[in-house]
């Protein structure tokens, strides 16, 4: 299993034993997500891709997303891109 971490800091790989850490820069926007689950399921969306979101992965997602605290909810809500938001915003 390898580990992929986002960080505002330079982009590198280590390795520890036989695993793989990844840091992939990102913009401190990224970073400021609230909720753990809304926080993974922004970039979950993003790695699938505007427009490329199954119906089946939409509604996993928000079934995910129902378990967030809606306070947390609502402010990442904010922070996604609009694509993200309409997709989002049907769980609240």
């Known amino acids: 299993m390898n580990v992929v971490l986002l960080t505002d800091g330079s982009p590198r790989e280590i390795k520890v034993g ?6 992939k820069k990102t913009t401190p926007r990224n970073l400021s997500a609230k909720g753990d689950i809304s926080r993974l399921v922004i970039q979950a969306l993003k790695a699938i891709g505007n427009g490329k ?3 089946s992965d939409e509604q996993k997602i928000l079934e995910l997303l129902k378990k967030e605290r809606h306070g947390d909810l609502i402010h990442d809500i904010g922070i996604a891109p609009e694509w993200m938001q309409r997709i989002m915003k049907k769980a609240l």
């Open 53 to 55: 979101v199954s119906p």
């Open 18 to 23: 036989k695993r793989k850490i990844k840091f």
